[in-house]
């Protein structure tokens, strides 16, 4: 069977060597070679068979990028500022970094620049949202095929009376269906009384609150914890660490 071409950007970008904005950037720049060759014209199309290589430089400054790590507040939200409300990058600044913080970066404006958040957290939801320069950090967190987990701590209320029985829970679990298709396998349990710990594999908007409306549960609170590996642990509301080098999610 003959290989099909495909653009260099999404090559580049099934590679793992950035994100596609950044392939075209390194493209204009002359700093992608295939087979060899300098390649600087944008919309190339190549084989898969071929060699893709990226210059020094790529990778010197694909090593700058930052990510951090917010305690989202509530009241924000995750991407453009809408109806009002300010987006949560507006919080990363000298003044709101976390003290404890144990990364030896320094802060500098030009690290605001493309610095965008990889996932949403609803604007009534709070805690750990993930904001990135790096295209391979939000590719890995919200790729078509991520398989990354995050983990909610939920405070709800029954809206039916006496409690949530077995039954429901285990549909929480698994068996229910969103905008006409089933939901992927979860993992909800109770932490206390009135808290449910979710961990989920997929992040439909809202998806926590609607499914919890399927069962009678009203939510009162919502608060993200983990994601993958990396846990917001006691970084305080509306305060930002840097993601340290070790950390992978």
Request: aromatic share 6%; net charge positive; hydrophobic share 35%.
């Amino acid at each position: 069977m003959s290989e099909e071409l495909l653009r260099l950007s999404k090559r580049m970008s099934e590679l793992g060597l950035c994100s596609r904005r950044e392939a075209d950037e390194w493209i204009a720049r002359g700093w992608v070679r295939v087979d060899g060759k300098v390649v600087s014209e944008l919309g190339t199309k190549i084989y898969p068979s071929q060699k893709v290589t990226v210059e020094r430089q790529a990778a010197a400054e694909q090593s700058k990028r930052v990510t951090v790590l917010i305690n989202k507040p509530m009241g924000y939200v995750s991407g453009q500022a809408e109806d009002g409300y300010q987006p949560a990058v507006a919080l990363i600044k000298p003044e709101n970094r976390w003290p404890d913080d144990p990364s030896s970066e320094q802060f500098h404006p030009t690290q605001l620049r493309s610095l965008v958040p990889a996932g949403r957290l609803d604007i009534d939801s709070v805690g750990l949202l993930v904001l990135t320069q790096d295209g391979r950090v939000a590719k890995q967190l919200i790729g078509e095929h991520t398989d990354i987990d995050k983990e909610y701590l939920v405070r709800v209320e029954y809206t039916k009376p006496g409690k949530l029985p077995d039954s429901e829970l285990k549909k929480l679990n698994h068996g229910l269906w969103m905008d006409g298709k089933p939901l992927l396998p979860a993992k909800v349990r109770w932490q206390n009384d009135d808290q449910l710990s979710f961990t989920l594999r997929e992040g439909k908007k809202r998806q926590i609150r609607r499914m919890c409306e399927m069962v009678g549960l009203k939510v009162v609170g919502l608060k993200r914890v983990r994601i993958g590996k990396v846990k917001l642990g006691d970084l305080p509301v509306g305060q930002w660490r840097y993601l340290r080098p070790d950390e992978r999610f």
